[in-house]
């Protein structure tokens, strides 16, 4: 029996459209499921919350650490000297390091040196290597054909310079007396009114220091002749050095890469094989180089009848090898030569002579034959040569442009990026870039 009440709400229940599962809510999980997480319902804008509320959320605020105020110190350093602090201590860092290098090379002197001789003479001569081999010539004969060559054309110069001095010695000898007692006259005869006594009082003086400083000379003459075992076994390390740079020098390249890390690896192959291309191009236009100061100056020297001029050639030739400084030192003994054995007025058609080379080769053969090859200006390479004289003597006189210039470039090459392309590119299986020096 169905009351009125009962049917019209069966009635409506029938007629109500069905409502979907979302609307309904979740339905309870089943027996044995893990409980969801309560969610707790956000408050409406109008709704405060009951004390229960606000007492847990004070005591949660209380019980969370509180967050830092600042990560800056009270008083902060101005930009400028944070930024010149970080420069500061890595420049120490770089300094100290590179000190601990001058200090090892110092100590391993006899060993380093030969070295550096035979790195640059195997830049020297790699080109006509290359050329022999080339040329279908095999690679021991084109080594053995350009080491032979290279010690042909010393000696021949050495052979030419002794048997010069030999032949002019008694020339030099008898013009230089002759040029003594004409100073000797002319300090009579000039305002100065000097005395035979009195210019002999002078010359005793002057060989009286040279008596207290033969100590020191006979010091030097010593160190010399003790020093001769040690210029023997540079030798042979030199010859060793270069013939095995020559025959294997890809190989000892490749070896010094593997010794960084791998990452680093495509960099300082990079910068090797710049580095490499610079000095070998630094060695070619100094030969060239010198070779126009050697000429020049004993052009120079022949045209005044100069006894020596043969051996102020190839000794200007020489001493060039040593930028800049090499050519004056040995011009200025050319013109000191010129004035003891031919006269003041031929010593200054000398320093006249002298002086047009070396404007010649500061503003025709520097820019046009040096070019490229030392991206080195002139001013640094004058400071440079000051500091390796100071530091390291004639060792450090002759390698310090040649050094100047391949770091530089190094270290351009490495802050340019270029070598990361080498990264992309086919490796030895070591992980060694294929691109070698």
């Known amino acids: 029996m169905h009351l009125p009440w009962h049917r019209g709400r069966a009635d409506h229940d029938a007629t109500a459209p069905a409502t979907p599962a979302s609307v309904e809510g979740p339905t309870a999980p089943p027996r044995g499921a893990p409980r969801p997480e309560a969610r707790v319902a956000s408050p409406g804008p109008l709704a405060s919350p009951g004390p229960a509320v606000a007492s847990a959320a004070s005591a949660a605020s209380a019980a969370a650490p509180a967050a830092p105020a600042s990560t800056q110190p009270a008083l902060a350093l101005p930009p400028g000297v944070q930024l010149a602090g970080a420069w500061g201590w890595r420049l120490l860092v770089v300094a100290g390091c590179l000190a601990v290098a001058g200090w090892v090379v110092s100590r391993l002197e006899e060993i380093v040196v030969p070295l550096l001789i035979a790195i640059l003479i195997c830049a020297l001569l790699q080109p006509v290597v290359t050329l022999l081999t080339r040329r279908r010539v ?9 080491l032979l060559g290279l010690v042909a054309v010393v000696g021949g110069l050495l052979v030419l310079v002794v048997t010069q001095v030999r032949d002019g010695a008694d020339d030099v000898t008898a013009k230089g007396v002759a040029s003594y007692d004409a100073l000797r006259e002319f300090l009579r005869t000039s305002p100065l009114q000097l005395t ?12 009286q220091a040279l008596q207290d400083a033969s100590q020191d000379i006979l010091s030097g003459v010593a160190a010399i002749g003790s020093a001769a075992g040690h210029v023997l076994t540079g030798g042979l390390l030199t010859l060793f050095a270069t013939i095995f740079l020559l025959i294997d020098g890809r190989g000892v390249w490749h070896w010094v890469v593997r010794l960084f890390p791998r990452a680093a690896r495509p960099a300082v192959d990079g910068a090797g094989l710049a580095g490499w291309q610079t000095l070998a191009s630094f060695v070619r236009v100094q030969v060239i180089v010198a070779a126009a100061n050697g000429v020049g100056i004993g052009l120079f020297a022949a045209f005044l009848g100069l006894p020596l001029a043969i051996p102020i050639a190839i000794l200007v030739f020489l001493a060039s090898f040593i930028p800049v400084i090499g050519a004056i030192v040995t011009g200025a003994l050319a013109v000191v030569l010129a004035l003891v054995v031919a006269g003041p007025v ?8 002298v002086l047009l080379v070396h404007l010649l080769e500061a503003h025709v053969l520097q820019p046009l034959v040096m070019g490229g090859a030392v991206k080195v200006h002139p001013l640094a390479v004058v400071f440079a040569v000051a500091a390796g004289s100071l530091v390291a003597g004639i060792p450090g006189a002759l390698f310090a442009v040649p050094t100047a210039a391949t770091v530089n470039v190094m270290v351009k090459h490495v802050a340019s990026g270029r070598w990361r392309a080498a990264v992309e590119g086919p490796a030895l299986p070591d992980g060694t870039p294929a691109k070698g020096a």
Not at 201 to 207: E, K, L, M, N, P
Not at 346 to 353: D, I
């Open 138 to 146: 095999p690679h021991w004969i084109a080594i053995v054909v350009a």
């Open 196 to 207: 035979d006594r009195e210019f002999d009082q002078y010359v005793g003086q002057a060989g």
């Open 346 to 353: 031929q010593a200054l058609v000398m320093l006249g002579g």
